[in-house]
């Protein structure tokens, strides 16, 4: 890992947070991800089960936890497993944890070898009347692919077919929706690092420059300040391809005239930030683009507002979508008539803003969270209104993270530059 350590009384008191959660007598059993394969002999890159992250901080594969506070044998309480290394891989990968590395990360006391998981899980599940299994719950998943957590479900139905059956995601939900002291100053810290790269290619953006030469000059930054690199696939979008809202192609030549949309942010310590910003190729906004790009900024400070504790998901993005209907009439863009015609189910203004306004973040950029839980302190949210006029080649969005705290809330991204006279400034200076 390039990150610093996180310490482990975060890890241990996540534990303790989902302990308080259980049902008496439970057993909770958390996998890591898989290597996913590419072809011959070749994997991509490792990304942690962010659930096994938040409990352990483990950020190796074939790791394996177990929880079950009311065991009897105290040492069975908390377990977890690890892939044992030896000579071979030790040329060919690297070295891995060793027991002792991992009781210094996680709080763990009892730590086994993965190959020896069989043998001590038959101690502990036939004690446990409640076993908790995780999955993948997430309104935005679709994926086909079949994971090991996925596997070890199938398994162990197969296995133990009379135990009591529970679903641990919404435990997991409902725990990492309240971002802690440390997991906050993570996200910070990947904001940071975005605000470091983003401020590069303000000075490096022209007419002419490749798309792909912009997201290379993202990630010089993100990598040389102990980022993995970009929490999300990079969208860099000039001109008309900004009105594709996940363009990545990024092969483009960004034009004079054109507003180029940056959607890429960093990840620390599997933290994701999440930045868009618009900017002009030339260095100046037209008065067209200064118009619409204004009015989205109006709209973002109107939504961030917004954001605060007691507030819920559909009464806000309700409000926003009103914001915004008033500003595209401003425009030239919506009209009365438009309006009064338009379907309640599809606002008119989805025609020029299609997507919400915020979703969680953390873990994941997408992160968990139960939208008809009212809004907290330490929840994390984007706030990322746009404008994407098909007609004209021309989107603006901008998104900054914002967290929610008992007297308002704070801009973790307050420090990245969002004026359209700061950027012009910036980029000509």
Not at 98 to 106: D, F, N, P, V
Not at 260 to 286: C, H, K, M, Q
Not at 397 to 419: A, K, Q, S, V, W
């Amino acid at each position: 890992m390039r990150y610093q350590p996180v310490d482990k009384s975060l890890f241990i008191q996540n534990r303790l947070r989902l302990a308080e959660l259980l049902k008496p007598q439970s057993l909770v059993i958390l996998n890591a991800n898989d290597f996913m394969p590419t072809n011959a002999d070749g994997t991509m890159g490792f990304r942690q089960n962010s659930d096994l992250f938040y409990l352990t901080g483990i950020d190796q594969e074939e790791t394996i936890l177990l929880i079950s506070p009311n065991h009897p044998d105290e040492k069975f309480r908390e377990v977890l497993f690890l892939r044992e290394t030896n000579e071979l891989i030790a040329v060919w990968e690297g070295e891995k944890l060793t027991k002792e590395q991992a009781r210094e990360a996680t709080g763990i006391k009892t730590v086994y070898w993965t190959h020896q998981f069989e043998r001590v899980f038959r101690d502990i599940v036939f004690v446990a009347e409640t076993v908790y299994l995780n999955t993948n719950e997430h309104t935005r998943n679709d994926s086909p692919v079949q994971t090991r957590e996925v596997r070890f479900v199938s398994d162990f139905k197969e296995k133990y077919p009379l135990h009591n059956l529970a679903r641990l995601a919404p435990l997991m939900h409902q725990l990492r929706a309240i971002k802690q002291p440390a997991e906050i100053e993570q996200l910070q810290k990947a904001c940071d690092i975005t605000k470091i790269g983003f401020e590069r290619v303000l000075k490096f953006v022209k007419p002419g420059v490749e798309e792909f030469e912009i997201e290379a000059e993202l990630l010089h930054e993100f990598v040389r300040n102990r980022s993995r690199g970009f929490a999300y696939q990079p969208i860099i979008a000039s001109g008309a391809n900004a009105c594709v809202l996940h363009y990545i192609q990024n092969n483009k030549p960004c034009k004079d005239g054109d507003v180029i949309l940056l959607d890429v942010a960093a990840e620390y310590a599997n933290y994701g930030a999440d930045l868009s910003r618009s900017i002009p190729a030339n260095g100046r906004f037209t008065n067209r683009q200064r118009k619409v790009y204004d009015a989205v900024l109006r709209v973002f400070k109107a939504a961030k507002s917004m954001l605060i504790t007691g507030n819920i998901w559909d009464e806000y993005h309700t409000e926003v979508g009103k914001i915004m209907e008033s500003e595209l009439i401003g425009l030239g863009l919506l009209d009365k008539h438009a309006i009064d015609k338009q379907d309640p189910e599809w606002p008119a203004y989805k025609k020029y803003f299609p997507h919400g306004t915020s979703h969680f973040l953390g873990l994941d950029v997408h992160d968990v969270g139960n939208k008809y839980r009212r809004f907290e302190p330490g929840m994390i949210f984007t706030c990322e209104p746009g404008i994407y006029i098909r007609e004209e080649g021309l989107g603006i969005r901008l998104e900054n993270n914002i967290l929610i705290t008992e007297n308002g809330n704070m801009d973790l991204m307050g420090h990245i530059p969002i004026e359209a006279d700061e950027i012009e400034e910036l980029m000509n200076s």
